[in-house]
C-alpha cells in the first residue's frame, strides 16, 4: 500500500480512474453527496490488491451547463488542482485496506474561483469520510437493513 512518506503532491496516471467497466460500474452501484458546486460519486473498489493508490479519480464537468469546451476545461483543471492539493489529507484518513473510486463532478453554473472549489471540495471530502464511518460501524456491529 501507500506510506505516508511516499504521499506527494502529484496526480499520476495509474491515480486517474478512466476504464469504462469502472467508471459503468461506479455511476451505476456508487453512492453520492454534493456540496455546490461539487458533487462526489464514490465506490468500494472491487479490484483492491491490484490498485496501488487508495483513490482512483476522475473529473467530469457538463457540456450540457458550459458549452464551450475552454470553460470545461479550465473547471477540469481547478478541480483537479483542488484535488491535487488535498489528496495527502484524504489518504491519510481513509481506512485503511480499502480502496475506492471516486468521480468528481462540477455541477456550479458559472466559474468559480480556486479557493472556492477548494473549500467546497475538502467539505465534500468530511461528509464523505463522515459517511464512510458511519458505513463501516453500522457493517462491523452487523445492523445493516
Do not use: C
Not at 453527496?33 to 496501488?52: D, F, G, H, I, N
Not at 476545461?73 to 491519510?92: A, D, I
Request: charged content about 25%; aromatic content about 10%.
Amino acid at each position: 500500500m501507500l506510506s505516508l512518506n511516499m504521499v506527494r503532491y502529484t496526480l499520476s496516471k495509474p491515480e486517474r480512474l478512466n476504464s469504462l467497466k469502472a467508471i459503468e460500474r461506479l455511476f451505476k452501484e456508487g453512492q453520492s453527496l454534493a456540496k455546490y458546486p461539487v458533487r462526489l460519486v464514490w465506490l468500494e473498489s472491487a479490484e483492491a490488491p491490484a490498485q496501488e493508490f487508495p483513490v482512483q479519480v476522475m473529473f467530469s464537468v457538463s457540456k450540457k451547463r458550459f458549452s464551450r469546451a475552454v470553460d470545461r476545461n479550465r473547471l477540469k483543471r481547478l478541480l483537479r488542482e483542488s484535488y491535487r492539493l488535498n489528496k495527502p489529507g484524504l489518504y491519510v484518513s481513509l481506512p485503511h485496506g480499502k480502496t475506492y473510486h471516486l468521480a468528481l463532478i462540477y455541477s456550479g453554473t458559472e466559474i468559480l474561483d480556486l479557493a472556492f472549489i477548494q473549500k467546497s471540495l475538502i467539505q465534500a471530502f468530511e461528509k464523505w469520510l463522515r459517511e464512510l464511518t458511519k458505513e463501516s460501524s453500522l457493517t462491523e456491529t452487523g445492523s445493516v437493513t
